[in-house]
């Protein structure tokens, strides 16, 4: 066990001693971005081994099962709802649908009551990938956070969504970080 350890950083320090009378532990700004970004990191590599899974499980990037799974609860619908629904832009959907259309799970058709309107449904395939491929999040994830208190899980969800502005990411389309390519869409 140290009984002191002193680190100089400029006009900063980082001081821990560990005696008796004096168990105190500082932290400078210095410090704290490396926290903040150790942690972010930490989150991003789970998100990273997340998607994986998923590809690695269904041959679907996290990306493609969102937008299967906002098909299915909205139903025949326009690129525009899908983005909105999933939080990507309208570009990145469409990509994604070309893909999924491309593997036979999502087919577009002309809206009946006006032809300039394209929605996208699932066909059965669709179905069938979207009900095997495992939650978006992981498993101990949901768990834990399914256990907290309402008050808890508002307070955790404001803390990102703060974090997300300060770095002015709220705007930023997710799906680069989310979207790593499959298995079959390596060989192509």
Known sequence: MPVAHSVKKKT???RLCNNAEQNVF???KDLYWREVLVSLRRIIRATDLQSKRMVKTCGLTIPQVM???AIDTLGDVTVKRISDD???SQATVTTILDRLEDRKFVE???AQH???VVNARLTDAGKVVLRSSPPLLHEKFIQRFGNLEDEKKVQILSALQQVATMMD???IDAAPLLD???PMQVGS
């Open 12 to 14: 900063t320090c980082y």
């Open 86 to 88: 999933v939080s990507l």
């Open 108 to 110: 577009r058709a002309r």
């Open 67 to 69: 937008v299967l799974s």
């Open 114 to 116: 006006d032809k300039r």
């Open 169 to 171: 990411a709220e705007s």
């Open 26 to 28: 500082y932290m400078t």
């Open 180 to 182: 790593i390519p499959s």
